[in-house]
Nanobody, 117 residues
Framework: QVQLVESGGGLVHAGGSLRLSCVPS????????MGWFRQAPGKEREFVAR????????YAVDSVKGRFTISRDNAKNTVYLQMNSLTAEDTAVYYC??????????WGAGIQVTVSS
């Protein structure tokens, strides 16, 4: 059972930046993708961005392109979500996830990001 630990959330003013981090509890060669979802109050959880763990290619939803950057540090076994130019619409609980080649998906507990306007 892989556990994911998120950090870096908090309260920021509109236009500000935050960097989220996600660290799996164990290093595994079976990780295919890692990424982030978010869930705003009263809304469904939505995909934000993902990164191919081995090759590093990335994909992000249109609403965050140009503002959010996903990256990973293989040596630290950590995935990051750099969030710039934050708006109130980015306020949500952000969830890290990891997909394994066997088909399992693991989730972090979630971390709050609040953007004040």
């Amino acid at each position: 059972q892989v556990q994911l630990v998120e950090s870096g959330g908090g309260l920021v003013h509109a236009g500000g930046s935050l960097r989220l981090s996600c660290v799996p509890s164990e290093r595994t060669s079976s990780t295919s993708f890692m990424g982030w979802f978010r869930q705003a109050p009263g809304k469904e959880r939505e995909f934000v961005a993902r990164i191919l763990w081995s090759g590093g290619s990335t994909y992000a939803v249109d609403s965050v392109k140009g503002r959010f950057t996903i990256s990973r540090d293989n040596a630290k076994n950590t995935v990051y979500l750099q969030m710039n130019s934050l708006t109130a619409e980015d306020t949500a609980v952000y969830y890290c996830y990891a997909d394994l080649y066997g088909g399992n998906r693991y989730w972090g507990a979630g971390i709050q990001v609040t953007v004040s306007s």
